[in-house]
């Protein structure tokens, strides 16, 4: 199991950075990979990157926000996740949220089963 604990985020201006964090802990953490996903009003929840650590170390993005969104492990914290987001804009207005599932070589394939509570970012115009 997983327990999942998000901080960051708030109120950022258009065109600014922030960085969220997700601390994640847990009897099976060290074989989990870690995603970001957020959800808006009225839409459904989306999935934004992912990260694991086990067998491999790799990254998975959504098309729509590479190159503005960077997911990261911070190496002496063990699995904190971050998301770094640059160049916000409006519309990445959203609870996000980060979860954990078991990891594999197929990134891309990891069911998420774990949830934190979410963290809100608004950004102004």
């Known amino acids: 199991q997983v327990a999942l604990v998000e901080s960051g985020g708030g109120l950022v201006q258009a065109g600014g950075s922030t960085r969220l964090s997700c601390a994640a802990s847990g009897r099976t953490v060290g074989r989990s990979a870690v995603g970001w996903f957020r959800q808006a009003p009225g839409q459904e929840r989306k999935f934004l990157a992912a990260i694991s650590w086990w067998p491999t170390n790799s990254t998975y993005y959504a098309e729509s926000v590479k190159g503005r969104f960077t997911i990261s492990r911070e190496d002496n914290v063990k699995y904190t996740v971050y998301l770094w987001m640059n160049n916000l804009e409006p519309e990445d207005t959203a609870v996000y949220y980060c979860?954990?599932?078991?990891?594999?070589?197929?990134?891309?394939?990891?069911?998420?089963?774990?949830w934190g509570q979410g963290t809100q970012v608004t950004v102004s115009s």
């Open positions: 979860a954990a599932g078991p990891s594999s070589l197929r990134l891309h394939s990891t069911r998420f089963g774990y």
